[in-house]
């Protein structure tokens, strides 16, 4: 895991607030944001976002998103081209209602033991255990002929796709190729329901998304998220990611179930894992003298993760409780504060997530 670079601003200025009020300049920051999927663990990315736009000097220029995090991009551009930053706040909020909402007439349900003692985890669900047994040997088609999507209602409520279209804030929204095995992306003016749909469409629970004759599934196989577009298409140097699929574990797993999700965790970084290490070895390489090779070489790359969400268990993406979506927006909203506080002064000078580390596993 590349370590994070200790920042070198003073306390004064510890955040875009606190150095405007320290005599920095107050011209707008721009910013890019990378945002993963995890299903309801996307919830601690709304947390991260609403505090982000509380942020007064920062200006989002570019979002690339991918799955739940592609879900979080497009709420928040929508929200935001209705009324500024306080909009896309709200948007945020309702949508994540919403997803409560829905999340009411799952059958999947937490044991009251693991509600007593605390545990998120839908893994003692005898419905549950039963899906997931089933998911292993029995397609989707097979289950159900007619393919439902309990999201596509919630994309419908909470979006508006011309407002999208039109927002100066670029989305890129990665989904994966059936046929090919490649990830397709799809910017603002190409974005529907059916393409964010596909972003997040895993192929053990859904039919896959047909778009312009071809069938996609989720875009973590591909680009958890992309980050290239971010890089070609937008003027802003620095990147930020949210990242809520853990990269290390300490321990190696034991149990079936533990040891899927742990290939599934690998096989979902893997392909952003690849791109980080690419951006590092281009910028030891790149000709400085040209557009592409300034861009690449003067890329700053920053991250915000949890400890915590690394001891949730897998089954808990699927866990759409309100109190357990609060918790992780309020652990979303904690992590970005300590981002702004150690790395501020870092945005628009260096990079505070060491990429070059990643290049001792080449």
């Known amino acids: 895991m590349p370590r994070i670079l200790s920042g070198a601003n003073a306390r004064a200025a510890a955040t875009p607030e606190g150095a405007a009020q320290a005599g920095a300049p107050h011209a707008p920051l721009k910013i890019d944001l990378a945002l993963q999927g995890g299903g309801a663990h996307g919830a601690f990315t709304w947390g991260v976002l609403d505090r982000l736009l509380e942020a007064p000097r920062l200006q989002i220029e570019g979002i690339s998103g991918t799955s739940a995090g592609a879900m979080n991009a497009a709420v928040l551009i929508s929200g935001h ?44 669900s005898p419905l549950f255990t039963l899906f997931d047994l089933a998911a292993r040997v029995v397609s989707p088609y ?93 003027e802003s140097n620095d990147t930020l990611l949210v990242q809520v699929n853990p990269v290390e574990r300490a321990s190696v797993p034991r149990t079936a179930r533990e040891i899927l999700n742990r290939v599934n965790e690998v096989s979902f970084n893997a392909t952003l894992l690849k791109e980080l290490r690419m951006m590092a070895l281009l910028r030891q390489v790149a000709d400085a003298g040209s557009p592409e090779g300034r861009r690449w070489a003067g890329m700053r790359i920053h991250r915000i993760a949890s400890d915590m969400i690394v001891t949730l268990g897998s089954t808990s993406k699927l866990n759409a409780e309100w109190d357990f979506l609060v918790m992780l927006r309020d652990e979303g909203r904690r992590c970005a504060q300590a981002f702004l506080e150690a790395h501020a002064g870092d945005l628009g000078h260096r990079a505070s997530y060491d990429l070059d580390a990643l290049l001792d596993c080449v």
Do not use: K
Request: charged share 20%.
């Open 81 to 124: 081209a209705r009324g500024g930053p306080d909009a896309a706040r709200t948007a945020l909020d309702h949508f994540w209602r919403g997803v409560a909402s829905a999340g009411q007439f799952s059958p999947f349900r937490r044991m009251p033991f693991d509600v007593m003692a605390g545990r998120w985890s839908l893994e003692n």
């Open 142 to 234: 097979d289950l159900s002929p007619v393919d439902f999507n309990p999201l596509r209602r919630l994309l419908t409520e909470h979006i508006d796709f011309p407002a999208l279209a039109a927002s100066s804030i670029r989305l890129f929204v990665t989904a994966t190729n059936v046929r090919t095995g490649r990830g397709r992306v799809f910017r603002n003016a190409d974005l529907t329901e059916d393409a964010l749909l596909a972003s997040a469409c895993l192929p053990m629970l859904y039919h896959a998304v047909e778009i312009d004759g071809e069938a996609y599934w989720d875009g973590g196989y591909t680009g958890n998220p992309t980050i290239t577009p971010l890089i070609r298409e937008c």
